[in-house]
């Protein structure tokens, strides 16, 4: 189930994305985003502690520890995030071909002791903003 207020992403991925393999459900990690702009290359966290809720195959199938062996490959990791996290992540995907949101994976310990899940980075967050016309629902 999915807290209210929380929205589920879908991050696009391959096997080099998930360090071989190794993103699983329940494990926490970190988004990077990476984007060039006026011959400048804009790098950093994007948003911390994200809880994988799945991480399935090209087919939608749940890709298990268990199940690597049958050479499934990832596609798509789900995750939940905020509403507001939710628009700031699909409009980093419309503003160029470009923006690259990179999966972190981070250590046993990471994903024992995972802090809120944030923004990280506020020039990257105003840099979207700056590049994507907003139309708020009332």
């Known amino acids: 189930n999915i807290e209210d207020g929380f929205t589920i992403f879908s991050l696009k991925v391959d096997v080099d994305s998930t ?11 970190d988004l990077y985003m990476a984007v060039e702009s006026d011959d400048m290359l ?10 994988v809720l799945a991480v399935k195959d090209k087919h939608g199938q749940n890709i298990l520890k268990t ?9 798509e990791l789900q995750f939940a995030v905020e509403e507001s996290m939710f628009l700031l992540l699909m409009q980093s995907q419309f503003i160029s071909s470009e923006v690259m949101l990179i999966p972190v ?4 310990n990471y994903t024992l002791n995972q802090g809120e899940t944030l923004v ?8 979207i903003k700056n590049e994507v016309f907003d139309v708020s629902v009332y």
């Open 19 to 29: 360090y071989a393999n190794q993103i699983r459900a329940g494990q926490y990690i």
């Open 67 to 75: 199940s690597m062996a049958s050479g499934l490959e990832p596609a």
């Open 42 to 51: 804009l790098f950093g966290k994007l948003i911390e502690s994200i809880r």
């Open 120 to 127: 990280s980075s506020t020039q990257l967050q105003q840099f």
């Open 105 to 108: 994976l981070r250590n046993e």
